[in-house]
């Protein structure tokens, strides 16, 4: 089976700007799950979802949302880019029926540098 | 509340043991992981554990669970240079469907 995809894997862009990243889960899974990683705030949640709604989110920004399309891919999108949004997008899949699932696999994620 | 801790460097002479450990506070949470990462690269699901277990083996890995203690312990054993990467202890937070919560990370480095 194919691992999960994110693209692109680099992206440059400058304040004020919008992104969207792309994530495609492992065949079968219907979860993707957005997560941030900086050197200061370590691995942080951004949301959920499944089965093309949102079960849960974050605490960020109204300029982060993200949606899930019925092959279950998924798209984040960050607004109005600020230096602080710099850091590596990973995307998890897991296939979940309802609540936790116990094997969540990440993509390589997406490095987003804001200039 | 939600939060992970873990020590931030280890450092270990090839063939040893490793042990690495994490602190966390949900005792509702139903699964417990560890993740690896090594440079440039994505997380690389290692093993998790159920919480109603107290070990886990497989192959060079031991996971260790003090349920009571709310604490968890990653052994790596004939420690490889090629396990020289960042370990991430994570759970599921238990309100949160597939929201994991991560610790800072332990930095594992291995030398000759």
């Known amino acids: 089976k194919a691992g999960v995809t994110q693209t692109p894997r680099y992206l440059i862009k400058t304040r004020g700007q919008q992104v969207t990243l792309s994530c495609s889960p492992i065949s079968g899974h219907r979860s993707v799950s957005w997560y941030q990683q900086t050197p200061g705030q370590g691995l942080q949640f951004l949301f959920e979802?499944?089965?093309?709604?949102?079960?849960n989110k974050g605490n960020f920004p109204g300029r982060f949302s993200g949606r899930q399309f019925s092959n279950s891919r998924s798209e984040m999108n960050v607004s109005t880019l600020e230096l602080g949004d710099s850091a590596l997008y990973l995307c998890a899949s897991s296939f979940s029926a309802g609540g936790g699932s116990y094997e969540q696999y990440f993509g390589p994620g997406t490095r987003l540098t804001v200039t | 509340g939600e939060d992970v801790e873990q020590s931030l460097f280890l450092s270990v002479r090839e063939g040893d043991s490793s042990v690495i450990n994490c602190t966390y506070t949900?005792?509702?949470?139903?699964?417990l992981y560890w993740y690896k990462q090594e440079p440039g690269a994505g997380l690389q699901l290692l093993t998790y554990?159920?919480?109603?277990?107290d070990m886990k083996q497989d192959q060079r890995l031991t996971v260790l669970l003090n349920k009571k203690d709310k604490h968890l312990s990653l052994r790596i054993a004939d420690t490889q240079t090629g396990d020289s990467a960042i370990y991430f202890c994570a759970e599921i937070f238990s309100g949160g469907y597939n929201k994991l919560i991560f610790g800072a990370g332990t930095r594992l480095a291995v030398h000759p």
């Open positions: 554990i159920f919480s109603n277990m």
């Open positions: 979802y499944f089965s093309e709604t949102q079960r």
């Open positions: 949900d005792s509702s949470s139903t699964y």
